[in-house]
């Protein structure tokens, strides 16, 4: 419910804010309270879609969307770091945000785009196991297949001995 405020909040003033369609001069160039520069991500948005011209009304939303993205996704990433007892800097590390971005179901987009870190060690170690977990198996059924044969050589032994034993009272 607090989210639906502060959305609906965020909301209000994002059209409060918008750029009037017809300003010119130094109103046109005013940020309205932006931090990212406005030629920037209307730049982005030319080279990622096939679009030649983006209205100011929607270059400022979008500008705004990405601040209040990346606002939570740090303010996120900053309560991660604060988690972290064994933390001897203030610093927003990598892991803060890969811990972000692989814990919210609405960023599963980018998941391959921030990978969460591993060492070689650990990669190497997990590699070592999995081998090992392989040959085990591999053991295993090797041991059952030798059951199975030898269960069936038993098998076999018994049904030649019955029919020897049958054969025998026909020859006296």
Same mark, same amino acid.
């Given at each position: ?6 959305? %609906? %909040?965020?909301?209000? !003033? *994002? ?10 001069? +130094? ?11 406005? !030629?920037?991500? +209307?730049?982005?948005?030319? $080279?990622?879609?096939? *679009?030649?011209?983006?209205? =100011?009304? %929607? ?10 993205? #990346? ?10 770091? #604060?988690?972290? @007892?064994?933390? +001897?800097?203030? /610093?927003?590390?990598? +892991? ?8 919210? &179901?609405? #960023?599963?987009? #980018?998941?391959?785009?921030?990978? /969460? ?7 190497? !170690?997990? *590699?070592?196991? $999995?081998? @090992? ?18 269960? &069936?050589?038993?098998?076999? &032994?018994?049904? =030649?001995?019955? @029919?020897?034993?049958?054969? @025998?009272?026909? &020859?006296?």
């Amino acid at each position: 419910m607090a989210e639906a405020v502060q959305e %609906a %909040a965020a909301a209000a !003033a *994002v059209a409060d804010a918008a750029p009037s369609g017809g300003a010119s001069g +130094k109103a046109a160039r005013d940020t309205h309270g932006l931090i990212l520069p406005l !030629a920037k991500v +209307k730049r982005m948005m030319r $080279e990622a879609a096939d *679009v030649k011209t983006i209205s =100011a009304d %929607a270059n400022f939303v979008l500008t705004r969307a990405t601040e209040l993205f #990346l606002q939570e996704v740090a303010g996120r990433a900053h309560e991660v770091m #604060l988690q972290d @007892e064994q933390r +001897k800097s203030n /610093t927003l590390d990598y +892991k803060d945000v890969a811990a972000v971005v692989h814990s919210w &179901d609405a #960023l599963d987009f #980018l998941h391959e785009v921030v990978p /969460t870190k591993v060492s070689a060690a650990s990669v190497l !170690a997990r *590699v070592q196991q $999995e081998q @090992e977990q392989k040959e085990q198996q591999r053991q295993q059924e090797e041991q059952q297949q030798g059951k199975q044969q030898q269960d &069936d050589d038993d098998d076999n &032994d018994d049904e =030649a001995g019955d @029919e020897q034993q049958e054969a @025998e009272p026909e &020859d006296s």
